[in-house]
């Protein structure tokens, strides 16, 4: 059996690639099961109501030699846990390449386009493949999502290329509509606890011999997440013992204005965000202007600092 | 500018897929450099003569900053010297995934085929570009060199196809018999130092912590190289201190039998042989019968043994 994985903390292109790509599989005869590896966030849920897909099964443990297929991640640090006794067959992303050696060639397709779902449809288009209306809502979605309808710097043509091909099958009325609901479904923080909140796009990366824990809340309303700063500070610093990581940040994303407001845990912290950014925090919280972007911005910059 | 790039000690796949990739890109305007980081065998000095193409530049510096294509490989200690300080934009490869981090994303195409000149071949035709005469020789020679004129364990039906549908632009009119005089260019070792016989296809692979040396010698008559097994007993302990490795193992294999045999320097590679392929030493020589394919037995064998 082939799984097809995304990352511990899904967004929502890291669900509905998987699920793209295993509908295609399916449809060549190819067995394959997506499996989720993390809670699935409020966007994605209105995504999938929409879609009106049910989300996929939490899974974590699978037998060892089990084929993979990494979806939207490749470091082995947001992956499944022992990676190493699986086999990878496939690797489709957009990041950057981090810790993700293999025992054995595989299908590897990276593009530095803003959405593993923008790769996904470049594959489709090559292969005289149609996706079902489901899927192509799914992967507009993820595209809208991933490029904050196309409000990322550097969004491709690939990008929006690829939504504008996507909808003659989806048949969205409204795009900009539709994403807004979209954020708005983000930004509803209540009833989640601070973990909760934090993990919906929690992320560790290698950075030389560190690991940093980076995660982003992307939001049309920063209030509901700054309202909880006492709440997600001791989250953060549970966080920062629990899983081992020599730093951590939460970046507040206001998506309408694009500004970042980040939340600094302590001096470790503190001491990197005035190196990396040249940014003075006050009562932890350090305003990082127009880095909006986890992929192109923040984890370059504190690779720079912290693989040194 | 754009330099593409191949592996320390190019092989005719290493030398002919960026030669390929050059012509496709400067044909689409992108200013492009293809230098080569090692010496050039004779099996590719016969396949550039034939297509009547100049070998490129040796170069192993560029100046900081440059954007790369890596091109045949893709783990660092195969690489240009201090690959860190370049941008790397491009991979295009067949190989396990090795030590390969990068800081931002990139493109990225690797398929589990034989020949990284057949994954070139699906890239153009995906794009609907037909290569040149010479470029289509390069190609299909880089195929059946790699393929061992189609006889290596798994070759896919991808290789075949390929050199079926170049061989319509190249029109060489025996393909066994110019691979024969392809393999017979390569076995002829006269005139060559026994540290030139080794660097003919020389790989340092990371496995674990551990650096391991694995070549091999591709000839129609292993008698060229086992007459030199004095001398090249000595240019193997000669490169395993210069290079740091922990183990160094050539590998001589027979193209027309598709057997291996393989020259041990010292007790640290005899234990390995043991412990890795059950096979006995005598004479600084042992039989590994059939495992004549580096990348998908020897390599993979080895790695389980070492990176334990």
């Known amino acids: 059996m082939l799984y097809l994985l995304w990352h511990q903390n899904p967004d929502t292109d890291a669900i509905c690639a998987p699920l793209a790509w295993s509908a295609y599989l ?22 999938l109501d929409y879609a009106n897909i049910t989300e996929p099964k939490l899974q974590t443990t699978l037998n ?27 690797l489709i992303d957009h990041h950057a390449l981090g810790k993700c050696t293999t025992n054995a060639p595989l ?12 790769v996904i449809h470049q ?8 996706p079902s209306k489901q899927i192509a809502i799914l992967m507009i979605s993820a595209i809208l999502s991933d490029t904050l309808f196309f409000r990322s710097p550097t969004t491709t043509h690939a990008d929006r290329d690829a939504v504008t091909a996507l909808n003659t099958i989806a048949h969205i009325p409204n795009l900009e509509e539709y994403a807004i609901k979209m954020f708005d479904a983000k930004s509803q923080l209540d009833g989640l606890s601070p973990d909760q909140i934090i993990t919906t796009d929690y992320k560790i990366f290698s950075m030389g011999t560190k690991k940093i824990a980076i995660w982003v809340i992307e939001t049309t309303n920063p209030r509901f997440a700054l309202n909880k700063k006492k709440e997600l500070l001791t989250a953060m610093a549970e966080r920062k013992v629990n899983d081992g990581v020599d730093a951590i940040f939460i970046h ?7 500004t970042n407001t980040t939340l600094v845990l302590g001096k470790e912290e503190e001491q990197a965000i005035q190196a990396i950014y040249g940014a003075h925090t006050q009562d932890h919280l350090a305003n990082l202007g127009d880095k909006i972007s986890r992929k192109k911005q923040l984890v370059p910059a504190c690779e720079k600092y912290f693989a040194r």
């Open 26 to 47: 399916t449809d060549q005869g190819i067995a394959n099961t997506p499996i989720r590896l993390g809670d699935i966030n409020n966007e994605t849920r209105f995504v």
């Open 252 to 258: 507040i994303i206001d998506i309408l204005t694009e």
């Open 107 to 118: 299908m590897i397709r990276v593009e530095p386009v803003w959405c593993t779902c923008t």
């Open 64 to 90: 060892p030699g089990s084929s993979l297929v990494l979806l939207d991640h490749n470091d082995e640090a947001q992956s499944i846990p022992n990676r190493d006794i699986y086999t990878i067959s496939w």
């Open 123 to 130: 594959i489709f288009t090559e292969r005289n493949y149609t």
